[in-house]
């Protein structure tokens, strides 16, 4: 990794209790709409043998953060009225015809998920503000903005075979740290330096990729539109001190082993994101990748549902073999007959396996696997990859030949 990571501030066992805590709560939190965005660049450092030649940035969030400190995440955040201005239909018009730009937008596959889908008082469709709001939240947390110059976009040339590199716009350092400080302050401000710069936001390189919405259970809720984002060339973040304590690029597989070990903590959508990440070796396979998945595969919401068992807790994702069709089937996980049996009868007894397994050793201490063994076709349904777990027992090996 680029930055030297310090141990993890947050045991396994905090998560998986957060995960659990709230399993008896009468009522829900409603989610607050959120955006994250995978950025990756090339890896002009990798040499010719490296399995990867591309980083992805992740952030470690404050330890003061009212949700997951001390975590490492990609940069986003939850949405603000400024994202869904419809002064933003007055900048883009001022350059580009309103329909003509709707139209070159990535294109996205039907049915969508509810993020997208949600009625709100604005002209701006969902994939506008919340391409946006994952800009902004970049902008604000890490330095990197993603910003095509206006003067440059009299006609719409995107490409549809290959996809659009993201293009960064970057500003001296006195004019970056005051921006970052203005847009943090007030969102609306972010339209202010669009104007200023005569710049627009790049949505057209944000790619839909995955739906993740915080469990039921927890008492903060978000519904998170992911997007993946390939940038031209390297790119120069630098974390806000504020937000986010420290930065890492790095790959993918160098991530999770980071995380294995205990260096830094990441959250479980990141590491199923990361893992689907292995399965490619440079940005151009992710580019095309993410390009034709969005235009032809809908993207697939995962809501993760706790399923307590005798010796710890089980994390469910769709495919799995118990995961909740209903909501009615949902509360009879809570009596439901299987939460006797151990974590590795549970395995033995499912047929389809996508779940997150959480195994009390002791009081001080849980043992973590991710498990995803489902049909071809549960990926194919939204054209995805199957994660490349094989990571854990790399880590395992190395820790026995010590």
Known sequence: MSSSPSRSNIPIKKVAGSIAKGKKARGHVTPSDASTLILISADEKANKDSPFEYRTLLLKRSSKSSFMPNACVFPGGKTDDADFSNEWRD???????????????????????????????????????????????????????????????????????FGNLGKTYILPNLQLNHWRKQVHQNAFNFLTLCRDLNALPDVWSLYEWSNWVTPKTSPKRFDTAFFVCCTEGEIDAKHDQAETTDLYLSQPMEALKCHASKKIFLPPPQIYELSRLCNFRNVSEILKFALHRAMNFPTKQYLPVPFSCKDGLLSLLPGDSLYPENEL??????????????????????????????????????????????????????????????????????????
């Open 91 to 161: 900048l883009f018009s001022r350059h580009l015809d309103w329909q003509e730009f709707l139209q070159s937008l990535p294109k996205s596959c039907s049915p969508r998920c509810h993020c997208y889908c949600k009625p709100r008082p604005s002209d701006i469709p969902a994939d506008v503000g919340l391409r946006i709001c994952a800009i902004r939240e970049t902008f604000e947390e890490s330095g990197v903005l993603l910003l095509r110059n206006a003067s440059q976009l009299t006609t719409l040339q995107m490409d549809t075979s």
């Open 329 to 402: 089937q949902e509360n009879n996980l809570r009596v439901h007959p299987d939460s006797r049996k151990s974590i590795s009868e549970l395995r033995l007894a499912s047929i389809r396996l996508n779940r997150v397994e959480y195994e009390k050793r002791n009081n001080s201490n849980r043992v973590t696997k991710y498990l995803v063994q489902v049909a071809l076709g549960d990926f194919a349904n939204d054209g995805h990859k199957e994660p490349y777990l094989k990571w854990q027992s790399i880590i395992q090996s190395d820790k026995a030949n010590l």
